[in-house]
């Protein structure tokens, strides 16, 4: 600790020495932080009155952790920056938070009850103790009535009882408070943990022919923030676009707190290396291993690639407002920069450095969509509905995890993933009870015969699929033949009503409009022969 001082005072004296005169502190405001995926760059302004000459000004309790590499400085004014230089203040820790202030107060006012209770336990079973040292009733020669027994009993037996309740009542408002003050401690521990870590500074020279006043602006990343995105997808019904909240979770533990700043969500990230990428020589050769079933010898070509593969961290988030409040989607410009999306908030919004989740809505975008249901009912017998959004990609979107709406009901979560190439994206809005699908075996057409040395089983099912709702649905069922994987084994496709077959897959597909109230029947039938000593699962 002396060398760290010494270094400190040596550091110090050297500053004066420079600029002839003691440094300025400079006070200065939050107005602007742009969070980016990982990490946040946070603006600062300040203003101070220069004198003639060379001064030097320090940027006081900055954050520990500053990206000094990240470090801007502009100013206003008749004067010029000469040099701005980052250091660390071991000496001076951040000051003492309002919120730690508070839970002092608590503890004082806390202990201040807990004497009174003491105190008044104290009292209690001094009276008891002179109770009972003051029990006899006569003399030791003098009879006692029985009535002056009885009244002296009972008075004994009333006050005593009453001295217990109020001792024991005592006790537990003692051990409540010493509950809370064990916990108020705790919180301030942790948060005195954060506090007394060394703050950072930035000293800035500047040189001015005259005094002026001028006025700063600071910049700097810090390293412990980030946002997350996520969405809300609502659906009003099959003949509406899909409604898409697009959401930010924004979280940070820099150190200070962002109080009423303008805030901008980035989809950059200043953390990863921005150095392109480059493809080393790809060698094929050649490797030999010794075959243990056939005890010969075969070659084999190994091929070896490295790729870098990156990820993102995805959470969900809480539901955003009613439609008939302001949003922070209604004050959000997006600006598409060369290389990444910037959503600035023109609202002012307040984001602590307790690493809590603070959601902030960005946009709200209508997608056009066509619906159709699904169903398998071999696994299901479920109707799923799916929404074919279309045009999704001219959005901005950034992949993250989904809360699904139809109907004005909450259905469960999915996962937008804007890596999807395709032109449409497919998105699940789960179980529709009012589309009832039934998958029957008929037993009558279900049979196992002998044939010479084969079994030959049949099978045969019908799928009914029924329409409740009021308007007209499309519909899309599967279900499957089998597939043989030994020429023993023989498969007759018997009944398909009229599905569409991929011989690859041996799955069905049927794909239909049903009306309101219509039912439909399908039916599926086939056959399996096998040698009657071989056992095969057919269900």
Known sequence: MKTILSVCIILLTTLNSISGEKPKAIKSDIKEVSVFITGAQVTRVGNSNLNAGTSLLIFEELPYNINSQSIQVSGKGDFAILSVQHQINYIKSRQISQEVKTMKDSIEMLNDLLATEKDLQSVYSEEEAMIKSNKAIGGLNVGVKILDLKDGA?????????????????????????????????????????????????VVTVSSKSPVNGSFTVSYLVNDAGWIPSYDLRAKDINNPVELTYKGNVWQTSGEDWDKVSLSLNSGNPMLSGSKPSLAPWYLYMAYYRDTKSKGVASMARVKMEENKLSEEKKVSDEISSKTASTGADFTSVKENQTNIEFKIDVPYTINADGKKNVVEVQKISIPSTYEYYCAPK?????????????????????GEMNLFFEGTYVGKSYLDVSNTNDTLDISLGRDKNIVVTR???????????????????????????????????IIVEDQFPLSTNKEIEIEQL???????????????????????????LKMQYSVKYPKEQNIILE
């Open 495 to 521: 009944e398909k009503s009229d599905a569409k077959i991929n011989s690859d897959t041996g799955i069905m597909t049927w794909k239909f409009e049903l009306k309101p109230a219509e039912n439909k029947k």
């Open 154 to 202: 009972e008075y004994f037996r009333q006050r005593l009882s009453d001295i217990k309740i109020k001792w024991r009542a005592a006790q537990k408002k003692i051990t409540k408070m010493q509950e809370d003050v064990t916990r108020l401690n705790s919180q301030i521990n942790s948060l005195n943990s954060k506090d007394n870590k060394p703050t950072s500074e930035i």
């Open 379 to 399: 696994l299901d017998k479920d109707a799923f509905l799916l929404a074919h959004a279309t045009g999704w990609e001219a959005y901005n979107l950034i992949s």
């Open 440 to 474: 029957t075996k008929l037993k009558e057409f279900s049979k196992k015969n002998l044939i010479g040395s084969s079994k030959k089983e049949t099978r045969s099912f019908d799928i009914e699929i029924r329409n409740k709702k009021k308007q007209a649905v499309n």
